[in-house]
């Protein structure tokens, strides 16, 4: 636990670094305005085809039904919009994740490796982008589903604020776990680390989803997120870009500083081993 608050704590000093700034605005930006472009061009022929399916399927009918039985009569003007959001908010948070995880976080990791408590730290290379990419879209993926299997209990105000965060820091963790270590460690130290830290590691994405969960809680409950959405999911979704960076500092510090430890009880490990061959093998002069 010491190692998490340590690491916390640097993170949160890096993350005010104007190039970590930097580095949470030029995602935030890119995927913005493709997402803007496509919500753009879907925007009224997606409501229509929502509007159709809420209305005539018979697994979705009864929410409108419901919304209108308890007074809410003008529900249909609104419930194909709130679904649409509703939809886009986790394609658009993944999306986000996954394109901080490919362009930011390497760019962190060399950030942080520069430090003089890591500069020495040997690169072993135990990943590369092609085991990058079939990680992460397979991670990406069993999130989605999770996400499109547990978006019919978003609407419950307890679970709005429960949910997001389990899923986002599952899906944090898996992303950025693999990708600080490509660089510095070998297939076997990962595997080492991830093992001996996966609660740690879990609780820290955990953490980082929890902090997320607050634009997550207004994006998807606020009326004035639903007329004003464009500007308000261009503001979360910065949040999250910069929520997303300070995650990756706090594994990079965290993760680092392990790997570091790892090798130097290996190094010891090795010069005991070394150190009890040369007694067995000194004459023995009794």
């Known amino acids: 636990m010491q190692q998490v608050f340590k690491s916390f704590g640097l993170a949160m000093i890096g993350a005010m670094h104007p190039r970590m700034l930097w580095l949470s605005l030029r995602p935030f930006l890119i995927v913005s305005i493709l997402w803007g472009c496509l919500i753009w061009l879907t925007w009224t022929p997606a409501l229509e085809m929502l509007s159709s399916f809420l209305t005539t399927s018979i697994f979705t009918s009864w ?7 308890v007074g809410f009569e003008n529900a249909r003007a609104w419930i194909a919009p709130l679904f649409f959001v509703m939809l886009l908010i986790p394609l658009i948070s993944i999306s986000l994740l996954v394109f901080i995880a490919f362009t930011t976080v390497p760019a962190i990791v060399r950030s942080v490796a520069r430090q ?14 092609f085991g990058s990419l079939i990680y992460t879209i397979w991670s990406a993926l069993i999130c989605l589903v999770l996400v499109m299997l547990t978006l019919p209990v978003w609407w ?13 820091g599952w899906l944090t963790m898996r992303l950025m776990s693999y990708d600080v270590l490509a660089e510095h460690a070998s297939t076997e130290e990962r595997d080492i680390l991830l093992q001996r830290y996966k609660w740690s590691l879990l609780a820290m994405g955990v953490v980082s989803g929890l902090l997320g969960a607050v634009p997550t809680f207004f994006w998807a409950t606020s009326a004035l997120a639903l ?25 990079t510090h965290f993760l680092l500083d392990a790997l570091k430890d790892l090798r130097e009880e290996e190094l010891e490990k090795s010069l005991n081993i070394e150190a009890r061959v040369i007694d067995m093998e000194l004459p023995y002069h009794g």
């Open 156 to 168: 419950l105000p307890p679970l709005v604020a429960v949910l997001p965060p389990l899923l986002w």
């Open 116 to 129: 003089h408590m890591y500069k020495d730290l040997q690169k072993k290379k135990g990943g590369g982008l």
């Open 63 to 69: 929410i409108q039904e419901g919304l209108i039985w």
């Open 227 to 251: 007329v004003l959405f464009p500007i308000v999911s261009f503001v979360a979704l910065w949040v999250y870009s910069l929520i997303f960076v300070f995650a990756a500092l706090w594994f």
